[in-house]
């Protein structure tokens, strides 16, 4: 069966300082890979979305960048955290194609101070 | 703009009755709609889907309507139970192609009594 880990599940840090969160997927090949945050009191925002090795697209205009170094890792940087970064971050994959589910991870709560 | 709304916030019933839980969208080029279930500090885990062709599915306790002309969807849980209290997340999509980016609603917290 295919399983999603994401971590570290909690990370406080001082605006300004570097990010790395990172999300391997098992049990399934050339997924396609999604970052969303949940920021508080909100619904999910899709950030980035990844079909392939090196392949990225970016949703909406921010401070973080995502890479996809090897086919089931994904990974979500910042060079220097702001204090909107703040949030619930969710790593999630599906099989490839349309009108499948997304299967998340249990999160990353970032917290910026 | 919000595509896709869950208007209520919060809903509360008894254990053992039904609870209902609606979503409305605005785009009608979504064919693919689906409902999630979170508890705090988790990832949401899916619960049952939707297509633009059907109108009704159903798996165990649950059961999605899709009304196409009203753009509504709603989730029926059926008895609803003390371990059904979370927060439900209907989302939505319509890109097609490679990818399944789906665009949620903000979520209504279900409180089921015991």
């Known amino acids: 069966s295919q399983t999603i880990h994401q971590w570290p599940a909690t990370l406080v840090q001082p605006v300004g300082s570097p990010l790395s969160l990172e999300c391997t997927v098992e049990g399934t090949s050339n997924p396609n890979l999604y970052w969303y945050r949940q920021a508080a009191g909100r619904g999910l925002q899709l950030l980035f979305y990844s079909v392939g090795i090196g392949q990225i697209s970016s949703e909406v205009p921010q401070n973080l960048s995502a890479s996809r170094p090897q086919d089931r890792q994904f990974i979500l940087s910042s060079k220097k955290l702001l204090l909107s970064d703040s949030g619930f971050y969710l790593c999630?994959?599906?099989?490839?194609?349309?009108?499948?589910?997304?299967?998340f991870g249990n999160g990353t709560r970032l917290t910026v101070t | 703009d919000q595509q896709v709304k869950q208007n209520s916030p919060s809903l509360s019933v008894q254990e053992g009755r039904i609870s209902i839980l609606n979503c409305d969208y605005t785009?009608?080029?979504?064919?693919?709609f689906l409902w999630y279930k979170k508890y705090p500090a988790e990832g949401p885990t899916f619960l049952i889907s939707?297509?633009?062709?059907?109108d009704k599915n159903e798996d165990g306790r649950f059961t999605v309507f899709l009304n196409k002309s009203a753009k509504h969807l709603s989730l029926h849980i059926v008895p609803s139970q003390p371990g059904d209290s979370a927060v439900y997340f209907c989302?939505?999509?319509?890109?097609?192609?490679?990818?399944?980016?789906?665009?949620f609603g903000t979520g209504t917290l279900l409180a089921v009594q015991p």
């Open positions: 989302a939505a999509s319509g890109y097609g192609g490679a990818t399944n980016k789906l665009i």
């Open positions: 999630a994959w599906s099989a490839t194609g349309g009108n499948s589910p997304l299967h």
């Open positions: 785009n009608s080029m979504f064919d693919y």
């Open positions: 939707i297509s633009s062709i059907k």
